[in-house]
């Protein structure tokens, strides 16, 4: 039965000339890095809703840190796993083909994808959180050595260069991403597919005659919306697309 579902996607993009993948949590399950939603998903008690905000910050700047440098800490022995290698490999072989990514892990860039589209920003990138006009910048110690983290400008609380719940995505990130949604086979890969806009993306791409697939371990919102689902993890499944493909 998966068989089929195998065959059948790698004989979609055997023949397609543009295939878009937005990726999510659970593409980087397999490396260790905890996912937002399901098991594991909670940090302490709290939801992301609760602390990828700026009004959480505003309320409890070290709370939050404490969160990212847990997060941080989790992803700085990560490695990427099967998942990012095939799609890195795809991008590198096919020029039509995109990554857009809701991970700030930088799992798929040290996979080496190419003209991959980051969502929401990076763990390892601060910026000011008063805006003093310095630049965002990169920060890659685990540990921070002083949490919060400020400023090297103004001396202000720095925060993460991430976009969190009630901000706007990057406009280039948005208009690729729109861009990338005008594809013959669109791949939605381990997310929950709840949050917007990203979860947008896949009804737009089948509204203009993608054929979409969803690949993930458990049902989601987008699994009654796409013509073809994968159930189980991306880590296995990618790779026995690619094999098909070889
Ligand atoms: N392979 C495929 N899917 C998996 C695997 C796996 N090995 N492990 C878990 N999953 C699935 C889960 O079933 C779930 O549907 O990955 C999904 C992860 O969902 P979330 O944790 O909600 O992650 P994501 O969809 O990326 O969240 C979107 O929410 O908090 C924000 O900004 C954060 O970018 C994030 C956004």
Same mark, same amino acid.
């Given at each position: 039965? =998966?068989? @089929?579902?195998?065959? !059948? ?6 023949? %397609? ?16 890095? $905890?996912?937002?939603?399901? %098991?594991?998903? !909670? ?16 309320? #409890? $700047?070290?709370?939050?840190?404490? &969160?990212?440098?847990?997060?941080? +800490? ?5 490695? $990427? ?7 890195? %490999? &795809? ?8 990554? =857009?990514?809701?991970?700030? #892990? #930088? /799992? ?14 990076? /763990? &390892? ?20 050595? +002083?949490?919060?983290?400020?400023? $090297?400008?103004?001396?202000? /609380? ?15 990130? =948005? ?38 697939? +969803? =690949? ?7 699994? #009654?919306?796409? @013509? ?17 493909? %070889?």
């Amino acid at each position: 039965m =998966i068989e @089929d579902g195998l065959d !059948l996607v790698a004989g979609r993009l055997r023949r %397609a000339r543009r295939v878009t993948v937005l990726t999510g949590a659970g593409v980087s399950a397999a490396s260790g890095v $905890p996912t937002f939603r399901g %098991a594991g998903g !909670l940090w302490r008690s709290f939801r992301s809703e609760d602390l990828a905000t700026a009004q959480a910050f505003e309320r #409890d $700047p070290a709370l939050v840190w404490e &969160w990212y440098a847990w997060r941080r +800490e989790a992803v700085a022995s990560a490695r $990427p796993n099967a998942a990012h290698h095939v799609l890195a %490999a &795809w991008s590198r072989r096919c020029s039509g083909f995109v990554v =857009i990514t809701q991970n700030v #892990d #930088d /799992l798929h860039v040290h996979a080496g994808t190419l003209g991959l589209v980051r969502l929401h920003g990076s /763990l &390892w990138e601060l910026s000011c959180w008063r805006g003093c006009g310095a630049p965002p910048w990169r920060n890659e110690d685990v540990p921070l050595p +002083e949490l919060p983290p400020l400023c $090297p400008s103004c001396g202000g /609380l720095a925060r993460p260069a991430v976009v969190w719940f009630g901000e706007a995505l990057p406009s280039a990130a =948005i208009d690729a991403a729109e861009a990338a949604c005008e594809c013959d086979v669109f791949l939605s890969v381990g997310t929950s597919s709840v949050v917007y806009p990203a979860a947008s993306f896949l009804a737009r791409a089948r509204s203009r005659g993608a054929f979409t697939v +969803e =690949i993930n371990t458990e049902p989601t919102p987008a699994t #009654d919306q796409v @013509d073809l689902v994968l159930a189980g993890p991306a880590d296995e499944l990618l790779p026995q697309v690619d094999q098909r493909l %070889a």
